[in-house]
């Protein structure tokens, strides 16, 4: 039930319920309070109210968002507890007492200092907002950016500036208390003191030095860095705060491509959750300042996504343009028929572009590279399960999509039957659980299934636990928990020490060049981390694994075998060779299932009773009689291509052939120009 209560109220906790409840609960006892009236009710009330408040807005809750939406946002929260401290004081036949007048002209003066103060956050924050905000692009030698407000004055600031009433709150209701105007007064100067003083401290930072340059000039240090820098080849994105894993998976390849790379990035919250990359990012909001921007030295554009903001880049005749996509599946996004406006579209295998043929979206086959796979590197061939390991399963459904087909997910229809099956089997093997991270957001079905799967695999755990016959090595994992412990204490100073928190973007693209030493010793810790998580709990136990870590493939290389849907993910799994399953949630039958979806086709295939595990399952404990294992070694080369040479050697020679196309069409169309003029002269 609580479960449901957290869906339905959109928070994160139960936590996170709990503060939500007492929150709206605390108002309505606040003004009971003053009503009966009772100082000591009202202060709990107020406390409450102050206390889950700001438990919500530092955990950004939901509910804090929708508030502000019906018109009960953050001030008025503040002003109807003053208000009804105003009452409490009525009730008490103190308005005719010096601390109703002292009280009711406080609020009056602390909500007139709210203008001046909002005033000056907004225009310190919009004068400190660049054009354009960098990564590991040196403009600190080119351009004075100075430093951000001090303290944290411009964080949250309106909170913190609302809270300054408590001081007057707090000694308003002592004086109400001990019927004595002076500790009421001492709270009244305090908060209109520290109210001034805040307006006061954000002054200096709206004049003079204090103020970046104007956008023209940043515009202008950028083109400067770019011509010195000279790009060749750009990865591009734009997208929402969800999509960055789309970009994060190239970041990669990108650092290993042999000629000069940047990203070019469209929204400022996709920098926010951009990985760390030694790779130059820009991040470019407006459209018209990127297409002033001088990227004549750019020959290949890279394009991770089909979304319509591509145009600004697209339109530009000196490079050459490339979808690359962010997953290789089966799909219908896998073959969109916006992929005809770019040069080429690079697939992982020949199933990519066979793909392209039989959608006949308009795609030519000549304009269709395979390049393989650069991201599945890390992804460890199966030599079997190691010998008294028990066989690890990851279940590891896709979302339920934009367009509500019941066959885009198996977590819906088939994901309590598969669970519970993997949580039965005979002899037992260990499940690990995780979601893609669009789950539940589209609809509230798919999120009550993940929640049921959560709640299946916690407790089956939490049972083996508890079963005799399940011994873990107490001395190891606590061991491993202390390494893990240290190595995120580690990350954690190197991190906070990076130069990517800074007081605020502005700061951020100022100093936000890469400490190459960091960050390579930030890579290796997280390597490090990785093998230290896996060891911190039993061998045998059941796990659901959300977040960014630890990653999906390394979730591959510590299982056997693998339950998902039609995505990208049960393609590069298959790199691995390991045993998998795919769910034909819409009921289409085996072999229409596999007709349709070509990452099947040596896949065990389930019903959404799940009633097929067995066979996946007896792949796992005896590879030797696996009728499915041939069938991968020729799928993994259909779909990904081939071994030798590497993928990453393949991409840059996709890239290396395609820059030269571009050069060879600017030296053509420079070679017309200079003809045609000179017939003009002539």
């Known amino acids: 039930m609580i479960s449901t209560a957290i869906r339905v109220a959109r928070v994160g906790s139960a936590a996170e319920l709990a503060a939500a409840v007492l929150m709206l609960a605390g108002f309505p006892a606040i003004m009971v309070a003053a009503l009966i009236p009772s100082v000591p009710a009202f202060a709990a009330a107020t406390a409450v109210t102050y206390l889950a408040d700001h438990y ?23 002003l109807i507890r003053e208000l009804l401290l105003i009452l409490l004081l009525a009730r008490l036949d103190l308005s005719n007492n010096l601390i109703f007048y002292g009280a009711t002209a406080c609020f009056i003066a602390f909500y007139g200092l709210q203008a001046p103060h909002g005033a000056l956050v907004t225009l310190i924050r919009n004068r400190r907002r660049l054009p354009v905000a960098t990564r590991n692009v040196d403009l600190a030698s080119r351009i004075r950016i100075p430093d951000a407000p001090r303290f944290g004055l411009l964080n949250r600031s309106a909170e913190k500036m609302l809270h300054l009433d408590l001081a007057a709150v707090v000694g308003i209701l002592v004086a109400a208390q001990l019927d004595t105007a002076t500790p009421g007064f001492i709270g009244i100067g305090v908060t ?104 004549s030295s750019v020959r290949v554009a890279l394009y991770a996504a089909n979304v319509g903001k591509n145009i600004h880049l697209l339109r530009v005749p000196t490079m050459k343009h490339v979808f690359i996509g962010h997953g290789d599946s089966d799909k219908l996004a896998s073959v969109n028929p916006f992929s005809k406006a770019y040069d080429e579209v690079w697939v992982a295998g020949r199933a990519g572009r066979d793909r392209y043929a039989i959608a006949d979206v308009g795609v030519r086959d000549e304009d269709i590279v395979e390049v393989g796979r650069p991201q599945l590197a890390p992804i460890q061939d199966w030599q079997g399960v190691p010998e008294g390991r028990m066989p690890t399963v990851l279940y590891a459904p896709t979302w339920e999509g934009w367009d509500g087909d019941p066959g885009n997910t198996s977590l819906m229809l088939a994901g ?42 916690e407790k089956a755990a939490a049972e083996r636990a508890a079963d005799p016959r399940f011994q873990a090595d107490a001395a190891a994992v606590a061991a491993a928990k202390a390494e893990l412990a240290r190595i995120e204490a580690r990350l954690t100073v190197l991190v906070g020490s990076g130069g990517g928190e800074k007081g605020d973007e502005a700061e951020a693209t100022r100093d936000g060049v890469v400490d190459v030493a960091r960050y390579e010793e930030i890579a290796r810790l997280r390597g490090e981390w990785n093998e230290a998580y896996w060891r911190s709990f039993p061998v045998w136990e059941h796990r659901v694994i959300t977040g960014s870590e630890p990653r999906l493939y390394d979730c ?73 294992a041939e069938d991968r070694v020729e799928l993994r080369q259909y779909l990904l291509g081939p071994d030798e040479p590497t993928s990453i050697e393949q991409f840059n020679t996709a890239v290396a052939n395609l820059a030269i196309k571009a050069e060879a069409r600017n030296v053509g169309q420079e070679s017309r120009a200079a003809a045609s003029a000179a017939e003009t002269v002539v």
């Not at 950004?60 to 008025?76: E, F, P």
């Not at 669009?438 to 695999?457: N, S």
């Not at 990452?599 to 799940?610: C, E, F, G, M, Y």
């Open 556 to 628: 591959f290389n510590v299982s056997d075998a693998m339950v998902s849907d039609i995505s990208s993910v049960v393609s590069d799994f298959i790199a691995s060779g390991k045993p998998y399953a795919v769910t034909d949630s819409a009921g289409l039958g085996v072999e229409e299932f596999k007709r349709q979806n070509t990452a099947v086709r040596a896949a065990t295939i389930l019903s959404n009773k799940a009633s097929e595990l067995g066979g996946l399952l007896d792949a796992v404990r005896d590879p030797a009689g696996d009728p499915l």
């Open 56 to 78: 919500l807005h530092r955990q950004g809750s939901y509910l804090i968002n929708r508030l502000s939406k019906v018109r009960a946002g953050l001030s008025i929260r503040f």
């Open 192 to 295: 209109i003191g520290l109210g001034s003083l805040y307006v006061v401290a954000l002054m200096p930072y709206v004049r003079g030095k204090k103020v970046p340059p104007n956008a023209d000039k940043v515009l202008a240090k950028v083109d400067e860095w770019l011509r010195d820098y000279k790009p060749e080849t750009v990865l591009y994105f734009s997208g929402s705060k969800d999509s960055a894993y789309q970009v994060n998976m190239w970041l990669e390849t990108m650092e290993q491509l042999d000629s000069k790379p940047l990203i070019l990035l469209r929204e400022r919250v996709i920098l926010q959750n951009l990985a760390p990359t030694t790779v130059p990012v820009i991040c470019v909001p407006g459209g018209v300042h990127l297409m002033n921007m001088d990227l």
């Open 416 to 457: 309590e039957n598969i669970v519970k099956k993997l949580l039965k089997a005979d002899p037992p093997v260990r499940v690990l659980y995780k979601p893609h991270p669009f789950t539940g957001t589209v609809l509230a079905k798919a999120g009550a299934a993940h929640d049921k799967v959560t709640a299946l695999i």
